[in-house]
């Protein structure tokens, strides 16, 4: 084959697996900011803590009703302590996200994304 | 309340599920720290090949002789028709030990402690309708519905439920679908002539929801992520895995690919023996 066809077929499988790669990535922290509290479960979005944030400045501190992911209400009886943690833990999360991310990006051979 | 996790293992002609369960189990044991037990057929070799076994409960249940076959690849390349027994996910109410189960398939390789809280929600039953395939290219319509015309498609690979009124309905239900599958089968427009208990769950979710998109059946946290039998796993290290995803139209070529602390359906049961047997699973 020549040369250069076999590099251009060599860098197409670079970009597939770096691509696939990424998208596991995203899953990966997709699957960190779910976060589970009195028997429910909540995913964490900037929506959620913004939401958050706004009950608590409203003055709403404590046995306060929210709507779960799965559409149940829970009552969140410290919503200080709710606050504190899912903002941790988003930003713990996507710190570590953006870490992995820009690690991957800097990896220019297929054995260097999956660590052979 | 007691909690557990139950894997089915019954041997079939040309693959140990077994040896498979006793791996799912110890993952199960390692992340989610709860006590495991299985229900299978044949005790015997359980206690004989596996003599430190890491099951709580082992659970006999009579050894049922099954026609239904199932093509089973090996990569994109090799395929051969093994024995399916698949009949008996049913009896799993009156089977478990447990008052809340979770239920994994053999070739389900925890990863994570993702389903760890999942224990202490209030719902009855929890399991996966999202899904994703570790291969960006493939289509997972054949996994978001029964069929394009039908009802939702939801994994019976993975499922956590809690002894009740409801889910004791909902695998009674199950059992009557079985029973009546030719039926079923017709009414839902489902082209694969086999059981399968993931068509049977769908939908014995959409009857308890009362045929419309109800709440009975809450999404378990994460996503169902798998690779086919056209897949490989070469490798699992702590809590990282690595597969050979085959390629879009070149049959027996593959791109790499990795995963850290997520749980993975391996459906290449024989990749995954290859692996736990030492080495490498291609």
């Keep these: 084959m020549d040369e250069r066809i076999e590099k251009a077929f060599e860098v197409a499988n670079y970009m597939a697996t770096l691509s696939n790669q990424r998208r596991i990535l995203l899953e990966e922290y997709t699957q960190k900011l779910v976060h589970y509290i009195n028997g429910a479960s909540f995913k964490i979005t900037p929506q959620l803590i913004n939401f958050t944030k706004t009950v608590l400045d409203l003055g709403y501190a404590e046995d306060v009703a929210f709507v779960d992911a799965n559409n149940f209400p829970v009552i969140i009886n410290d919503v200080q302590a709710f606050f504190d943690t899912i903002s941790l833990v988003y930003f713990e999360s996507t710190n570590d996200y953006a870490v992995k991310y820009a690690e991957l990006k800097s990896k220019r051979k297929i054995s260097d994304i999956v660590e052979l | 309340m007691t909690h557990g996790a139950i894997i089915f293992a019954q041997n079939s002609d040309k693959l140990d599920y077994i040896k498979l369960a006793v791996f799912a189990a110890k993952q199960v044991k390692k992340y989610l720290e709860i006590p495991v037990s299985i229900i299978t057929d044949s005790p015997g070799w359980l206690t004989n090949a596996y003599p430190n076994h890491p099951f709580d409960q082992v659970v006999e249940v009579g050894f049922i002789e099954t026609t239904q076959y199932k093509k089973f690849h090996d990569g994109a390349l090799f395929a051969q028709r093994i024995q399916w027994k698949n009949l008996i996910r049913d009896q799993v109410y009156d089977l478990t030990p447990y008052d809340r189960t979770l239920v994994i398939d053999s070739d389900y390789i925890i990863n994570s402690t993702v389903l760890k809280p999942a224990f202490d929600n209030h719902y009855d039953f929890q399991i996966y309708h999202n899904s994703m395939d570790l291969a960006e290219w493939r289509s997972n319509k054949e996994f978001t519905r029964i069929n394009q015309w039908s009802v939702p498609f939801y994994w019976g690979t993975t499922f956590i439920f809690e002894k009740n009124l409801v889910t004791k309905a909902f695998f009674d239900l199950i059992t009557y679908i079985k029973a009546n599958w030719f039926y079923f089968r017709m009414l839902y427009r489902i082209e694969d002539t086999t059981f399968r208990n993931d068509f049977a769950f769908s ?24 690779i086919t039998d056209k897949d490989m796993l070469i490798s699992i290290d702590g809590n990282k895995m690595k597969f050979l995803i085959e390629k879009k139209n070149y049959a027996g070529q593959y791109t790499l690919a990795k995963t850290t602390g997520i749980d993975v359906h391996v459906m290449n049961k024989m990749s995954l023996s290859r692996y736990i047997d030492g080495g490498l699973g291609v």
């Design chain 2, 203 to 226: 939908v014995a979710v959409h009857i308890m929801n009362g045929k419309t998109n109800g709440g009975f059946a809450v999404e378990l946290p994460g996503k169902m992520t798998y």
